[in-house]
């Protein structure tokens, strides 16, 4: 089988993506795979050919400058479908695939599957937050109002746009996000995903795609953890690793704390201009997450749904520092099930005092029913199958509707 995937240029998009990838390729399917070049080198690590989009290819920093505003990250994805459907079109027409995997903000994916009517599978990388009640607050809401006010001409503006071009099949549903297909992977278990009544039979909880082989490798001083000490693992994720002064505030928080730290800093923060760190600190630009977090006692983040995922399917409770709206929900998902502690979930999101954060920390490393139910969703996430029961739906995903009501089916009985 020939299975295309679509991606947008971010690592939380992308990584999710990589095992299942190696998967299909390993069991004989040829994988292209279209992104920015950024990305290539792990993906062709992955077995998949790799594609770049046309130039100028939408790029991880302009993604990233959005992030923060839910409307703008709208008004940039209706910008690209508008530039890419049209190559995207042709290069599906030149050379079909079976399928087409999009990821669920890549909305020229969707598009172009539907309009060429081939089969389609979504990849959500978050929780399905369409039809969440409750997890949004009044401030939440008002923060949104805000930001939608000067995004809303443009996204009406180019939804009708596309439409005028492409016709009405090229939105065929209401809403823009989550991009979605007749079969579509969600990388969560269904016992951590917020309850929704926009769920139905379609979307399969596959867990978080997790395999140490095929992420970027990185040298660490193993040697250097001391053994007899909490440990705690610190990081803001790829987009927000730049907060140096949330790093300040960390070293003087916890510099006369019992417990060791290691400190992700990301690669474009300069560590010499942090300022003087703490003995019980070890600060690199980039660590081996899935190696270093079955060794943690806990895990101070900024709730990526990677991060968080990963986080607890190692068992590992949380403290989460949300930097945008997306990561207060994953933040507050976490805490409702009891694995988490969370901090500055209001707008604007991440500001907290150093006695919250000490507190915080010492609240997860004291109440050992904050690990219990970081195991106990680690064990829904290794019962929903992961990366191989991934490959599995979509081997299916092309097959007559017969088929995949038979995968459904398949599905709910995992």
């Known amino acids: 089988m020939k299975i295309v995937f679509l991606n947008v240029p971010g690592h939380g998009h992308v990584n999710p993506t990589l095992a299942l ?24 690590q992955s077995g998949a050919e790799f594609r770049p989009y046309p130039d100028p290819q939408p790029t991880a920093v302009a993604l990233a400058e959005k992030a923060n505003s839910l409307p703008q990250v709208s008004v940039w ?24 995997v999009f990821d669920s903000i890549c909305l020229w994916g969707m598009q172009a599957a539907q ?29 949104l109002a805000g930001q939608a006010l000067t995004a809303l ?11 005028r071009t492409y016709g009405p099949a090229v939105f065929p549903r209401p809403q823009i996000f989550p991009a979605i297909s007749s079969t579509n992977l969600v990388y969560t278990s269904r016992e951590f995903q917020p309850e929704s009544n926009f769920i139905d039979d379609s979307f399969h909880f596959v867990g978080p795609s997790v395999d140490t082989a095929v992420r970027q490798p990185a040298t660490f001083p193993w040697d250097m953890l ?22 300040r505030l960390a070293f003087a928080t916890f510099a006369n704390h019992p417990g060791q730290f290691i400190l992700s800093a990301g690669r ?24 270093l977090l079955p060794r943690v006692d806990a895990f101070i983040t900024h709730g990526g749904m990677n991060s968080i995922n990963e986080g607890l399917y190692f068992g590992v409770p949380l403290v989460v520092v949300p930097q ?53 969703i680690g064990r829904s996430f290794r019962a929903a199958g992961g990366y191989q029961r991934a490959a599995d739906i979509l081997e299916l995903a092309h097959e007559p509707p017969l088929n995949l009501a038979l995968a459904h089916e398949l599905s709910s009985l995992r």
């Open 153 to 163: 001409p443009g996204i009406i503006g180019k939804r009708r746009q596309l439409t």
């Open 324 to 376: 945008q709206m997306e990561q207060a929900l994953n933040a507050r998902q976490a805490a409702r099930v009891g694995a988490a502690v969370v901090l500055g979930d209001r707008p604007p999101y991440g500001r907290i005092q150093a006695n919250d954060l000490h507190q915080a920390l010492a609240q997860v490393l004291a109440d050992d029913r904050y690990r219990q139910a970081a195991e106990r």
């Open 21 to 44: 990838v190696t998967e299909l390729v390993r069991r004989g399917h040829e994988v292209i795979y279209y992104n920015n070049s950024e990305f290539a080198p792990q993906i062709q």
């Open 77 to 100: 994805v209706l910008e690209q479908s508008q530039r890419l459907l049209p190559w995207l079109l042709a290069e599906l027409r030149r050379e079909p695939p079976d399928l087409i």
């Open 226 to 247: 001391e053994n007899g000490r909490p440990l705690i693992y610190l990081s803001l994720g790829t987009i927000y690793h730049n907060k140096a002064d949330f790093y």
């Open 115 to 143: 309009l060429l009517g081939i089969p389609a599978a979504a990849s959500i990388t978050t929780f399905v937050a369409e039809g969440v009640k409750g997890i949004f607050t009044v401030r939440d809401g008002l923060a």
């Open 268 to 291: 474009m923060t300069d560590i010499a201009a942090l300022g003087p760190i703490p003995d019980n600190f070890i600060v690199r630009s980039f660590v081996p997450q899935l190696e």
